[in-house]
């Protein structure tokens, strides 16, 4: 199969939330994120924009975003069934 067919495995995936303290909505995105990272075997990572000047001023507008292999995948809400397929692909 030409590798540009290859799945990855989930053990090669990260999805990282980028998120920032106090903040709700990133809150609701992190327990999607554990449930579904949990249930695939995915790893995953917060990082905190406040702490991150690059980060602040690429997503302050739309926290929480999340990246899934360091592409943005989602921002604001997470639909956990979008997440799957994302990480299944």
């Not at 990855?8 to 709700?24: E, F, M, N, S, Y």
């Not at 327990?31 to 579904?36: A, C, F, L, S």
């Not at 997470?78 to 299944?88: G, M, P, Q, S, T």
């Amino acid at each position: 199969m030409s590798p540009l067919f290859r799945r990855k495995a989930p053990q090669d995936r990260l999805v990282t939330l980028i998120r920032k303290p106090g903040c709700h909505l990133c809150d609701d995105a992190q327990v999607v994120i554990e449930k579904v990272c949990g249930d695939l075997g995915v790893r995953w990572e917060q990082k905190d924009i406040t702490q991150d000047p690059a980060l602040h001023d690429q997503y302050w507008e739309q926290i929480p975003v999340v990246l899934v292999d360091g592409e943005q995948h989602t921002f604001w809400r997470v639909n956990e069934e979008r997440l799957r397929k994302a990480l299944a692909g």
